[in-house]
Nanobody, 120 residues
Framework: QEHFVESGGGLVQPGGSLRLSCSAS????????RGWYRQAPGKQRELVAT???????NYADSVKGRFTISRDNAKNTVYLQMNSVKPEDTAVYYC??????????????WGQGTQVTVSS
């Protein structure tokens, strides 16, 4: 059974920083594109950032210059460094991964989500 588990969410003041982590476990051969998404109350889930196996990154315009996605392939872990956070960054953050399993199948996985609240 494969699992994606996020951690690092919480309450942070505007202008502050937070680092999210997402660790994957299970019968994983490799993880291709990994991403962070978020969903605010009453809104649809939206892309925050993605990173390929080779390290190519992509960001939503709303977080460019403030957030940084990175990954440690040896640990099957992806990170999201959030700097200069704003109240509009408040949301549940989900990690995602496109996974090739040891048996050759390719599947998409999602974590359970971690709450980030930006408030003074």
């Amino acid at each position: 059974q494969e699992h994606f588990v996020e951690s690092g969410g919480g309450l942070v003041q505007p202008g502050g920083s937070l680092r999210l982590s997402c660790s994957a476990s299970g019968s994983i051969f490799t993880i291709y594109i990994r991403g962070w998404y978020r969903q605010a109350p009453g809104k649809q889930r939206e892309l925050v950032a993605t990173i390929t196996t080779g390290g190519t990154t992509n960001y939503a315009d709303s977080v460019k210059g403030r957030f940084t996605i990175s990954r440690d392939n040896a640990k099957n872990t992806v990170y999201l460094q959030m700097n200069s956070v704003k109240p509009e960054d408040t949301a549940v953050y989900y990690c995602n991964g496109n996974v090739r399993l040891l048996d050759g199948r390719i599947r998409d996985y999602w974590g359970q989500g971690t709450q980030v609240t930006v408030s003074s």
